[in-house]
């Protein structure tokens, strides 16, 4: 089995998955707010 070498492994394809998700999660996040207050100035 080969030796460990920490910082070797090209994790470019992880770092644009985990960016892409955070992306979704933050407008995610934002389209909630939005609705959450768009339903309380509604109904008053």
């Not at 080969?2 to 770092?15: L, P, R, W, Y």
Request: proline share 0%; net charge negative.
């Amino acid at each position: 089995m080969s030796d460990h070498k920490h910082g070797e492994m090209d994790i470019s394809v992880q770092e644009k998955t985990f960016n892409g998700f955070m992306s979704m999660v933050t407008k995610g996040a934002i389209i909630c707010i939005c609705v959450l207050i768009f339903i309380g100035l509604v109904n008053g």
